[in-house]
T-cell receptor, first 115, second 113 residues
Framework: AQSVTQLGSHVSVSEGALVLLRCNYS??????LFWYVQYPNQGLQLLLK??????LVKGINGFEAEFKKSETSFHLTKPSAHMSDAAEYFC?????????????FGSGTRLSIRP | DAGVTQSPTHLIKTRGQQVTLRCSPK?????VSWYQQALGQGPQFIFQ???????QRGNFPDRFSGHQFPNYSSELNVNALLLGDSALYLC????????????FGQGTRLTVV
């Protein structure tokens, strides 16, 4: 069975400050891990994905995430927050060996940016 | 490339009615998955269609059914609507067995009154 847990349903940071969104996963097989962003009244956009090539994954809009197997974590970071980063962020996991790779999402973290 | 398109964008139905939502996958994709996203929650997997057959199903009742057509487009049908079925329904398309990323549509917002 697979699952993800996002720590903190709401995170607020000042513009220009470090963004850190936390995600821990559980998987009985080597996982694929994802971070998605969702702006109000829109669908999901993939920020980045981990597929075992490199533990530090760089994504769009200056975001990156590091896969730490020993900690079963995949935290999302951005060095300097911008007002346009305000959105809902979802960590997700899928199986690598299943022929039907459904994606399992966390409950989401709402990121607010203070001017 | 139009990406994944869903219709309609918004829908209001009465409890007990039936609804059909539609999804056209990204060009070149052959697999369609449907997700339900209740307000304030993450998306939940409903089912996945490939080669016009349901390949995998999540923990949803039989009131939720689907179909995939030869052109890979898909429909999600929900019968006997309940108030709790109010949600954003997301369609995702992908290319089977390639591990390439899935692309999501903008979703259909269903409100049951």
């Amino acid at each position: 069975a697979q699952s993800v847990t996002q720590l903190g349903s709401h995170v607020s940071v000042s513009e220009g400050a470090l963004v850190l969104l936390r995600c821990n996963y559980s998987s009985s097989v080597p996982p694929y891990l994802f971070w998605y962003v969702q702006y109000p009244n829109q669908g999901l956009q993939l920020l980045l994905k981990y597929t075992s090539a490199a533990t530090l994954v760089k994504g769009i809009n200056g975001f990156e995430a590091e896969f730490k197997k020993s900690e079963t974590s995949f935290h999302l970071t951005k060095p300097s927050a911008h007002m346009s980063d305000a959105a809902e962020y979802f960590c997700a996991v899928s199986g690598r060996y299943s022929s039907a790779s459904k994606i399992i999402f966390g409950s989401g973290t709402r990121l607010s940016i203070r001017p | 490339d139009a990406g994944v398109t869903q219709s309609p964008t918004h829908l209001i139905k009465t409890r007990g009615q039936q609804v059909t939502l539609r999804c056209s996958p990204k060009s070149g994709h052959d697999t369609v998955s449907w997700y339900q996203q209740a307000l304030g929650q993450g998306p939940q997997f409903i089912f996945q269609y490939y080669e016009e057959e349901e390949r995998q199903r999540g923990n949803f009742p039989d009131r939720f059914s689907g179909h995939q057509f030869p052109n890979y487009s898909s429909e999600l049908n929900v019968n006997a609507l309940l108030l709790g079925d109010s949600a954003l329904y997301l369609c995702a398309s992908s290319l089977a067995d390639t591990r390439a990323e899935a692309f999501f549509g903008q979703g259909t917002r269903l409100t049951v009154v």
